[in-house]
């Protein structure tokens, strides 16, 4: 037994509660966004939370794109260590590639079954590649 005023400990334990309930809406808000990064809609993250659409969608804002930005960023141009590439996405499938030439005059590209579920993923698969064909600096 708490040697201890039953009001005391009873608030610490509630100012614990408080610190894990910031960090499960913290969590949540990351998982709810890379639903939506891979093309959950509102209508699926409330239904896996057991709210609405309208609930999803107030509760994480951001986690879904709108069509309207997405279609403002369906490509997208790299350079990078002399060479460049580019991202586009796919309207379909909503998936990411990239295609790009390297310093050194090699051409790239993602595999023909390969996409990416975010632009910067594509990017970042892109830069790897210029990065390794890159002209030499002896």
């Known amino acids: 037994m708490w040697e201890a005023d039953p ?10 509660w408080k610190v894990v309930d910031a960090e499960v809406k913290r969590l949540t808000a990351i998982a709810a966004g890379t639903a939506g ?27 879904v794109s709108r069509p309207a930005a997405t279609a ?16 586009t996405q ?7 590639r990239w295609t790009g030439k390297g310093a050194d005059g090699t051409h790239g590209a ?12 594509a ?3 892109a830069g790897a590649f210029l990065k390794e064909h890159a002209l030499s600096r002896a």
Not at 72 to 87: D, H, I, M, N, W
Not at 115 to 120: G, Q, V
């Open 37 to 63: 990064s891979y093309g959950a809609s509102y209508e699926q993250l409330g239904a896996v939370w057991g709210i609405t659409r309208q609930g999803a969608r107030k509760k994480w804002p951001e986690a």
């Open 110 to 121: 993602a595999d023909a079954d390969t996409w990416y579920a975010t632009k910067e993923e």
């Open 123 to 125: 990017a970042a698969h």
């Open 7 to 16: 009001v005391e400990v009873t608030l610490s334990v509630l100012a614990a």
């Open 90 to 96: 796919e309207p379909s499938s909503g998936g990411w």
């Open 72 to 87: 403002a960023r369906t490509s997208g141009a790299l350079e990078l260590c002399g060479g460049t590439a580019e991202v």
